[in-house]
């Protein structure tokens, strides 16, 4: 059938919290019902960011904090996945570079199909400063990309 040569295997849907987070999960969860294969929430801590902090040490219990609140998080939307149809949906924190994760490491380690992420989680200034991770995404990926409005 050619439909299998078209159907996406393995969604994958990194969220960082923003506003745009609910509406990427419950379009993700929709491609990933229609296509039958099993949907990956990704939240990135980006080590840059917290490792840059003044030249301080991070400790491990500001670690184990920022674990917990991505889990957390990243539980709140895989029960909107669910709720919108999504039967297998996994949960996944990563520390390194939001960019190359998305981009790279993560569909080569699980066969992702489909990387579905947010126009822009970042304010004006933070794109100025950081890049896009979604510019990044989209000219690095050796996946498909769909940009969520």
């Known amino acids: 059938m050619a439909e299998d040569k078209i159907a996406y295997k393995n969604i994958l849907a990194p969220i960082d919290g923003s506003k745009i987070s609910s509406v990427i999960i419950e379009k993700a969860a929709a491609v990933a019902v229609r296509n039958q294969t099993a949907l990956d929430l990704l939240y990135v801590i980006d080590t840059n960011s917290i490792s840059g902090l003044a030249g301080m040490s991070i400790s491990g219990d500001v670690v184990y904090q920022l674990v917990q609140d991505a889990e957390e998080k990243l539980t709140k939307f895989a029960q909107i996945a669910r709720d919108n149809g999504a039967e297998q949906v996994n949960i996944h924190v990563r520390f390194g ?53």
Not at 111 to 123: R, Y
Request: net charge positive.
């Open 97 to 149: 570079s939001p960019k190359t994760v998305i981009a790279r490491d993560f569909p080569r380690d699980h066969d992702t199909g489909l990387i579905m992420l947010g126009k822009s989680g970042l304010n004006t200034l933070e794109r100025i400063l950081v890049g896009s991770v979604t510019s990044f995404v989209v000219q690095n990926a050796k996946t498909d990309v769909l940009i969520v409005q």
